[in-house]
């Protein structure tokens, strides 16, 4: 076995952005021209400066992922804010771990499964829209819980949180789809969470206030 692999095939562009962005570039490329064509310098300049942000924001690289028996991949690109044991979820039956990834406008928003399996349920929830790096945020913000079962029939659930700003939650998953680690599903636009429910038993390989990429980073290892 390959020590890595490609879930989806490698982009055919140097800077590849995520296709939920190119409303927001072309809304912000046009007033640009438009302040420019007016005569209006500094709206132009700062205009040409947030279609710049505005397609920093939406990348989306292609990434290679670890094939590691059992590893459990992050799905987002940001800094682990919890990483415990708890009794009772919302989104998992039982004692589990969950493993909350905090993402800021400046990190990519793109999300990616963690482990390979076939989407048994998804649930989403229109909730408020606190800030996501409080614990709050996890039950009463706007969300979205994915719910895997993999083939060795072990339980995992993705939630993805809209935060303070982020008002749309993308994604493409359907009921019965098989899907693999590593593979782009969806994003939350403009600063917001990730949550990742496994089972208890799950050799945990990363803590607090580490900085992981979707895809990539190994959360934990199924056992």
Request: aromatic residues 12%; contains cysteine.
């Amino acid at each position: 076995m390959n020590e890595f692999s490609r879930p989806d095939l490698p982009s055919q562009v140097a800077f590849p952005v995520a296709r939920a962005g190119y409303p927001f570039i072309f809304a912000s490329a046009f007033t640009t021209i438009v302040f420019a064509l007016l005569g209006f310098t500094i709206l132009a300049s700062a205009g040409l400066a947030v279609t710049f942000f505005i397609c920093y924001f939406f990348r989306n690289p292609d990434r290679v992922v670890p094939n590691h028996n059992g590893a459990v991949v992050s799905p987002a690109d940001g800094r682990v804010i919890t990483a415990n044991t708890v009794d009772n979820s919302s989104f998992f039956e039982g004692k589990c771990i969950e493993i909350s990834i905090f993402m800021s406008v400046f990190n990519v928003h793109v999300n990616r499964i963690p482990y390979e399996g076939r989407v048994k349920k998804i649930s989403y929830y229109p909730g408020k829209f606190f800030s996501a790096n409080l614990d709050k945020a996890s039950k009463h913000n706007e969300h979205n819980a994915v719910f895997l079962e993999t083939e060795e029939g072990k339980k995992i659930c993705m939630v993805q949180i809209a935060g303070l700003i982020a008002r749309r939650i993308i994604c493409k998953l359907q009921k019965n789809e098989k899907v693999t680690r590593g593979q782009r599903f969806g994003m939350i636009c403009f600063g917001s969470r990730v949550t990742v429910y496994l089972p208890a038993d799950t050799k945990l390989n990363v803590t607090v206030g580490n900085k992981v990429k979707a895809g990539t980073s190994i959360l934990g290892y199924l056992k």
